[in-house]
C-alpha cells in the first residue's frame, strides 16, 4: 500500500510517497518551497496532489530574554537565512541553514555577525544541524547521497563531512545526547516515523521508543521533550510531550497555549512560543505549572519561522521574514 504524506526536515515541509509497511519513502518535491502539513489532497483516482505551495524570505535575529524592551540585533542579512534550522555552538556561534541557487547549505557566523562563513556547498539539501556538546561537531539531515535524507556528521570547521546512516529509509531531525556520546534522530525504517539511536561516531541504529513522538531535544539527563499524537484525546490531536528513557513513558503530555505557532519547550518547567497577531510575531515564554506568559519580542513588523537558543539561555536566535503562497496541482509524480 502506498500512500501520501508530508515531512519536515526542520524547514520546508515536502511531499512524499510511502510504502506500507516497510516504509520506504520516496520524495516527490524537492525544492525551497513549503507545501504544508495539512494542505494537500490527492484526487479519487490518485493522479492529482492539489497543494498550496509557500516560500518564505528571512533573516536571523538576536535577542537576550533579560531585556525588558524585548530589543533585537540582526544577525544576517541573506534573503533565506535559517528556515531550515539554526543552533547556537558552545562559544556562542550560530550554525545555520541558508538557501543557495536551489539547495541549502550549512553556515556559521560569530554572535556579532562577523566572520559568516559557508560550511557546506553541494547539490544537496542540508537541514537541522545541531552543534555536539563539546562544539567539535555538527549533526544534520541531507539529501547528498540523492533520494531521502540521512543523518551526517561534520567538523566544525566544515571538514570531514561523513555519512552516518543509510538505507532507503528517511533518518531527518537528529539531537545529541548530553554527554555527546549518543545521536538521536526520526526515521521511518521501522514502518512508522518513530525516535532511534545510534553512537556518536556511527554504527547500527535502536529503536528508542515504539510510541508516536516527534522527539526534539533533551530538556534532562533522561528527558527528551517533543510532540506526541494523542489519540485518547478529545478530539484527538498533537500535543506537546515529554519522555522518561528510564521507563519508556511520558512523564507529561499537555497543550501548548492555543495561539502558539513556533513552540518548543526550553527546559523541564518552561516553554517557549510565538504567537502572530497580523502578521506580526513575537516571542513569549511560559512556566509550565503556574505563572504567567512573558513577552520576550516586541517586533512591529515580519513573522517568526524558528528559533534557538544558546547553552545559557541568555540569548535568542529567531528567524523571521515574510512568505506568499500559491495553489499548485501536481500530475505523473509516481
Given amino acids: 500500500m502506498v500512500g501520501i504524506g508530508a515531512e519536515s526536515l526542520g524547514g520546508a515541509v515536502q511531499i512524499w510517497n510511502v510504502s506500507y509497511p516497510a516504509g520506504v519513502a520516496t520524495r516527490i518535491t524537492n525544492d525551497l518551497s513549503d507545501y504544508g502539513s495539512s494542505s494537500f489532497s490527492l484526487t479519487a483516482d490518485g493522479s492529482t496532489i492539489a497543494t498550496i505551495a509557500s516560500e518564505q524570505s528571512s533573516k536571523i535575529w538576536l535577542t537576550a530574554p533579560g531585556d525588558p524592551q524585548g530589543r533585537a540585533r540582526k544577525l544576517t542579512d541573506g534573503k533565506y537565512d535559517g528556515q531550515g534550522g539554526i543552533d547556537f555552538a558552545p562559544d556562542g556561534r550560530v550554525v545555520y541553514v541558508a538557501r543557495n541557487a536551489d539547495h541549502r547549505d550549512l553556515w556559521i557566523v560569530n554572535a556579532d555577525g562577523t566572520a559568516q562563513r559557508q560550511l557546506t556547498a553541494n547539490a544537496a539539501t542540508e537541514e537541522t544541524p545541531r552543534v555536539s556538546p563539546d562544539g567539535r561537531f555538527i549533526i544534520f539531515a541531507s539529501t547528498a547521497t540523492g533520494g531521502v535524507?540521512?543523518?551526517?556528521?561534520?567538523?566544525?570547521?566544515?571538514?570531514?563531512?561523513?555519512?552516518?546512516?543509510?538505507?532507503?529509509?528517511?533518518?531527518?531531525?537528529?539531537?545529541?545526547?548530553?554527554?555527546?556520546?549518543?545521536?538521536?534522530?526520526?526515521?521511518?525504517?521501522?514502518?512508522?516515523?518513530?525516535?532511534?539511536?545510534?553512537?556518536?561516531?556511527?554504527?547500527?541504529?535502536?529503536?528508542?521508543?515504539?510510541?508516536?513522538?516527534?522527539?526534539?531535544?533533551?530538556?534532562?539527563?533522561?528527558?527528551?521533550?517533543?510532540?506526541?499524537?494523542?489519540?485518547?484525546?478529545?478530539?484527538?490531536?498533537?500535543?506537546?510531550?515529554?519522555?522518561?528513557?528510564?521507563?519508556?513513558?511520558?512523564?507529561?503530555?499537555?497543550?501548548?497555549?492555543?495561539?502558539?505557532?513556533?513552540?518548543?519547550?526550553?527546559?523541564?518547567?518552561?516553554?517557549?512560543?510565538?504567537?502572530?497577531?497580523?502578521?506580526?510575531?513575537?516571542?513569549?515564554?511560559?512556566?509550565?505549572?503556574?505563572?504567567?506568559?512573558?513577552?520576550?519580542?516586541?517586533?512591529?513588523?515580519?513573522?517568526?519561522?524558528?528559533?534557538?537558543?544558546?547553552?545559557?539561555?541568555?540569548?535568542?536566535?529567531?528567524?523571521?521574514?515574510?512568505?506568499?503562497?500559491?495553489?499548485?496541482?501536481?500530475?505523473?509524480?509516481?
Avoid at 556520546?181 to 526515521?187: E, L, M, N, P, T
Fill in 149 to 334: 535524507p540521512h543523518i551526517w556528521r561534520l567538523d566544525v570547521d566544515g571538514s570531514n563531512a561523513t555519512q552516518l546512516t543509510d538505507g532507503a529509509f528517511s533518518d531527518s531531525r537528529p539531537f545529541w545526547s548530553p554527554d555527546g556520546q549518543w545521536i538521536y534522530f526520526h526515521s521511518w525504517r521501522s514502518g512508522h516515523g518513530r525516535l532511534w539511536k545510534m553512537p556518536a561516531n556511527g554504527g547500527t541504529p535502536q529503536q528508542v521508543t515504539d510510541l508516536s513522538f516527534n522527539a526534539v531535544r533533551f530538556v534532562g539527563n533522561n528527558l527528551i521533550s517533543g510532540t506526541h499524537f494523542d489519540d485518547q484525546a478529545n478530539p484527538a490531536r498533537w500535543r506537546a510531550a515529554m519522555l522518561s528513557l528510564e521507563s519508556g513513558q511520558f512523564t507529561k503530555v499537555f497543550d501548548f497555549p492555543p495561539n502558539a505557532d513556533v513552540r518548543d519547550i526550553l527546559d523541564e518547567r518552561t516553554i517557549i512560543y510565538t504567537e502572530t497577531k497580523g502578521d506580526i510575531g513575537n516571542l513569549w515564554m511560559r512556566p509550565l505549572e503556574n505563572g504567567a506568559p512573558r513577552q520576550i519580542t516586541r517586533f512591529d513588523s515580519e513573522r517568526i519561522f524558528g528559533l534557538a537558543w544558546s547553552r545559557d539561555a541568555k540569548q535568542f536566535a529567531v528567524t523571521r521574514g515574510t512568505s506568499s503562497a500559491d495553489i499548485i496541482l501536481m500530475k505523473d509524480f509516481r
